[in-house]
């Protein structure tokens, strides 16, 4: 098992730039997948960016560019760059694992881009 933990998020003005933490309560080195996600309002939870070992990225398209999805398993955090924040980025984001073939979440953050 492995719990995860949020934090990082907050209101920021258009433009602005928050970076997001993901703590693991284990190591994460062994971890292949590593991922967040987003919910805003009354929408789907949507995939934003994933992380394998072997260095591969995907990133959701409204995001490409703009967010940066990296690891640091000296820490066991899992991070997630964002900048040039548009209003349409708030909502709730979510790290996302799968461990022994069992998905794994956090409580979320929210971040709220508004001027």
């Known amino acids: 098992q492995v719990q995860l933990v949020e934090s990082g998020g907050g209101l920021v003005q258009p433009g602005g730039s928050l970076r997001l933490s993901c703590a693991a309560s284990?190591?994460?080195?062994?971890?292949?997948?590593m991922a967040w996600y987003r919910q805003a309002p009354g929408k789907q939870r949507q995939l934003v960016a994933q992380?394998?070992?072997?260095?591969?990225?995907y990133y959701a398209e409204p995001v490409k560019g703009r967010f940066t999805i990296s690891r640091d398993d000296a820490k066991n955090t899992v991070y997630l760059q964002m900048n040039s924040l548009k209003p349409e980025d708030t909502a709730v984001y979510l790290c996302?694992?799968?461990?022994?073939?069992?998905?794994?979440w956090g409580q979320g953050t929210q971040v709220t881009v508004s001027s």
């Open positions: 284990r190591s994460i080195a062994s971890i292949n997948y």
């Open positions: 992380l394998t070992r072997g260095g591969n990225t």
């Open positions: 996302n694992t799968r461990l022994l073939g069992v998905d794994y």
